[in-house]
């Protein structure tokens, strides 16, 4: 399956000019859906994450044309995650209040096609943040009294990670080809994110 670049353009186009609603459209969606995630957020500035969202959400789409740029970058940024209290299975809750956030700024123009494309490409999104997870989630030895305590919330996070990893690693796959097999004109673009 490949990714309908030249739709979710169009769409993210049209969403742009409303972007820092958007994002906090996006959190209170997320945050009236999932009351759960709210404490991950509470010492966070939130106009901050919220710029961190719309930058991420415009990296994406400006590198769909060149995905062996954005994989390194979205294995990353789901490697961070961990770091942040993000488990696998929030991807799920995220993935829905964008498409609820998506929905609700594009109105006529959140067709079906659109639909799926945004879906397509978060469950894109989505796999190579859980691979970084997968592959940044070991913990460090820590070098403290207190190791015992340290050490316990990391060692769960891990087996938690590692269980919902295995549940999403079969959409995973199939999803990572789709994003790399982008193409324009098939020749993949060579631009390299600064």
């Known amino acids: 399956m490949s990714l309908n670049v030249e739709l979710l353009e169009q769409s993210f186009e049209k969403v742009k000019p409303r972007a820092d609603e958007f994002a906090a459209s996006f959190y209170n969606n997320l ?8 404490p991950l957020f509470t010492k966070t500035d939130m106009k ?3 710029k961190k969202l719309l930058s ?13 740029a954005l994989e390194p970058v979205l294995k990353a940024l789901g490697a961070r995650h ?4 993000a488990i696998p299975k929030h991807y799920g809750s995220v993935v829905e209040a964008l498409l609820v956030t998506f929905e609700q700024y ?11 494309a945004w879906l397509d ?3 894109a999104i989505t796999a190579l943040m859980l691979k970084g ?11 403290s009294e207190k190791k015992t305590e340290t050490l316990a919330k990391p ?23 789709s994003l790399i097999s982008v193409q324009l004109d098939g020749e993949v673009l060579k631009e390299i994110i600064q």
């Open 121 to 123: 490409a978060f469950r």
């Open 56 to 68: 991420s959400l415009v990296l994406v789409v400006e590198n769909l044309r060149n995905p062996e």
């Open 133 to 143: 997870t997968g592959e940044e989630s070991s913990p460090k030895p820590v070098q």
């Open 31 to 38: 945050f009236q859906a999932h009351p759960e995630m709210k």
């Open 155 to 177: 060692a769960i996070l891990k087996t938690e990670i590692q269980k919902e990893y295995q549940l999403f690693q079969s959409i995973a796959e199939p999803e990572k080809k």
């Open 48 to 50: 901050k994450q919220e």
């Open 82 to 85: 961990v770091g942040y209290g």
């Open 106 to 116: 594009l109105q006529q123009d959140w067709t079906t096609e659109v639909k799926k």
